[in-house]
């Protein structure tokens, strides 16, 4: 875990080029230009991730200002001369004291080697470690991906649950390197930062619950429960969600204290799974 940083420093809302914040985005005109060096290190992160284990590189104006707001060290902010920066990214980098750099197009084409690229992107120091199961809160909800290996999926239920307030979520079977997969990195547009994820195996992660103490759900299209019975649960309660092809696995459904079903009209094969998340994260959220 890393410790939110405080967004709203005095000065933070302008632009080093002079720009309001209030805008969609500050022109960049006047801010310095990458040296040499720093391009080489970012050719050398983009081509050779293996080979520098302790930096990546983050893309997007989103993800960039929720890493910085996490906590996360970024070290420099580059955008493409000639394209804004969104005010939040700014802002972020002023709180924080993070310089941004312009970047020749033709460097970032060198850099990235593809006519769709991120045209704001940042060098970033790695946590130390990444979440373990004892670093995930334990006042709230849990949600646990059992077989859930779409990385834009596993991303979307990421922001879903930082918005709703879960604790964290368990990845089982994922088949992610690791949380920083890059990826990942994207689709949950930095959240992973925020919010505890773990890669576990499915004994770990039963171990866990159980001593945790926590109610567990698993939802299944043949479950005997609707999405309202878990609405009365009180305290912490544990959400499993299986792939959209197979549901949760059977060590997780056969241990579940209840199999809740989302009420779909007749003929809909199924819900994407971090669709139900969000169904189920809010229905949680109303009960409270």
Same mark, same amino acid.
């Given at each position: ?17 002079? /720009?309001?914040? =209030?805008?969609?985005?500050? #022109?960049?005109?006047? $801010? ?21 284990? +302790? ?57 990235? +080697?593809?006519? +769709? ?24 909800? *849990? ?6 290996? *779409?990385?834009?999926?596993? /991303? ?9 307030g879960a604790a964290g979520v368990i990845?089982?079977?994922? #088949?992610?390197?690791?949380? $920083? ?11 992973? @930062? ?11 992660? %039963? %171990? ?11 939802? #299944?299209?043949?479950? =005997?429960?609707? *999405?309202?019975? *878990? ?15 197979? /549901?949760?696995?059977?060590? @997780?459904?056969?241990? =579940? ?29 109303? =009960?409270?």
């Amino acid at each position: 875990m890393v410790t939110p940083a405080q967004v709203g420093a005095p000065g933070a809302g302008r632009s080093e080029a002079g /720009g309001s914040v =209030a805008g969609m985005t500050i #022109d960049q005109s006047n $801010w310095p230009p990458a040296s040499p060096s720093a391009v080489q290190r970012l050719f050398d992160l983009v081509r050779h991730p293996r080979q520098a284990a +302790k930096q990546i590189v983050l893309e997007d104006d989103a993800l960039i200002a929720n890493a910085i707001t996490a906590g996360v060290e970024v070290a420099e902010v580059y955008a493409e001369t000639g394209h804004g920066l969104a005010p939040s990214l700014v802002a972020a980098c002023q709180a924080a004291g993070v310089p941004i750099r312009s970047v020749a197009p033709a460097d970032a084409a060198r850099v990235f +080697k593809i006519d +769709k690229r991120a045209r704001v992107f940042a060098v970033a120091k790695l946590p130390s470690r990444p979440a373990r199961l004892a670093d995930i809160p334990r006042d709230g909800d *849990i949600v646990v991906l059992d077989g859930v290996r *779409i990385a834009g999926n596993i /991303g979307a239920i990421i922001r879903s649950a930082y918005a709703l307030g879960a604790a964290g979520v368990i990845l089982v079977d994922s #088949d992610l390197p690791s949380a $920083w997969d890059r990826r990942l990195l994207r689709a949950s547009r930095g959240h992973v @930062f925020a919010l505890p994820t773990v890669l576990a195996t499915a004994a770990e992660a %039963a %171990a866990h619950l159980a001593d945790q103490g926590v109610l567990v759900a698993a939802f #299944d299209a043949d479950g =005997a429960q609707r *999405i309202a019975d *878990i609405t009365a649960v009180r305290g912490p309660a544990a959400l499993i969600f299986g792939s959209e092809r197979r /549901g949760p696995s059977p060590a @997780f459904a056969e241990a =579940a204290d209840l199999r809740v079903a989302i009420p779909m009209r007749p003929g809909a094969e199924s819900l994407n799974v971090s669709v139900a998340v969000g169904i189920a994260l809010q229905a949680r959220n109303s =009960a409270g």
